[in-house]
T-cell receptor
Framework: GAVVSQHPSRVICKSGTSVKIECRSLDFQATTMFWYRQFPKQSLMLMATSNEGSKATYEQGVEKDKFLINHASLTLSTLTVTSAHPEDSSFYIC??????????FGSGTRLTVV | AQSVTQPDIHITVSEGASLELRCNYSYGATPYLFWYVQSPGQGLQLLLKYFSGDTLVQGIKGFEAEFKRSQSSFNLRKPSVHWSDAAEYFCAVLRPFGGSQGNLIFGKGTKLSVKP
């Protein structure tokens, strides 16, 4: 079945640095990728939608310059957290739609900013 | 706007007992509804989904859910819980977007603990 590989699974970075999270579709072409953020004991909140070859669409309240999304190919979408701060610490998950209203999720990235 | 409510934050059941996790949705048209399970630090796995037709939907791992339009509910059930079912469960509704498939809107989740 459709698989999305997300890396890294865990990352610790210092305040002020940038972190890149990658999601690759392994056996299908993902023209769209959804990026979610999950706070501890909370639901998944959609941050943005990336589309191959075009600009990402951000949800209200999400800083575009803070969370840079790139979808340069049909198999790779990336989320870069720029100038990270401790409040950016969270669990980030990508998801790609698959046929028949399916969705496949990456395994998530635990970001800790110290 | 679409929304999902999961009234129970945390439920504890004994192994072998039956389980029902509640989910209420808000959507003007016929909703596309989903149940996912998440183990700690992991991604989400689809348990089942409802689009149309038979309102009782069978899923993986012995789970089932029933769509009740009159109650705007899509409750998840399992007749006999196993210790391995301990996890976080999310109900979700599809938010269409133009001509595309759209994204999922999730409830806050219900954490299931299983007592031996």
């Amino acid at each position: 079945g459709a698989v999305v590989s997300q890396h890294p699974s865990r990352v610790i970075c210092k305040s002020g640095t940038s972190v890149k999270i990658e999601c690759r579709s392994l056996d299908f072409q993902a023209t769209t990728m959804f990026w979610y953020r999950q706070f501890p004991k909370q639901s998944l909140m959609l941050m943005a939608t990336s589309n191959e070859g075009s600009k990402a669409t951000y949800e209200q309240g999400v800083e575009k310059d803070k969370f840079l999304i790139n979808h340069a190919s049909l198999t790779l979408s990336t989320l870069t957290v720029t100038s990270a701060h401790p409040e950016d610490s969270s669990f980030y998950i990508c998801s790609a739609p698959t046929p028949n209203y399916g969705y496949t999720f990456g395994s998530g990235t635990r970001l800790t900013v110290v | 706007a679409q929304s999902v409510t999961q009234p129970d934050i945390h439920i504890t059941v004994s192994e072998g007992a039956s389980l029902e996790l509640r989910c209420n949705y808000s959507y003007g048209a016929t909703p596309y509804l989903f149940w996912y399970v998440q183990s700690p630090g992991q991604g989400l796995q689809l348990l089942l989904k409802y689009f149309s037709g038979d309102t009782l939907v069978q899923g993986i791992k012995g789970f089932e859910a029933e769509f009740k339009r009159s109650q705007s509910s899509f409750n998840l059930r399992k007749p006999s819980v196993h210790w391995s079912d301990a996890a976080e469960y999310f109900c979700a509704v599809l938010r269409p977007f133009g001509g595309s498939q759209g994204n999922l809107i999730f409830g806050k989740g219900t954490k299931l603990s299983v007592k031996p």
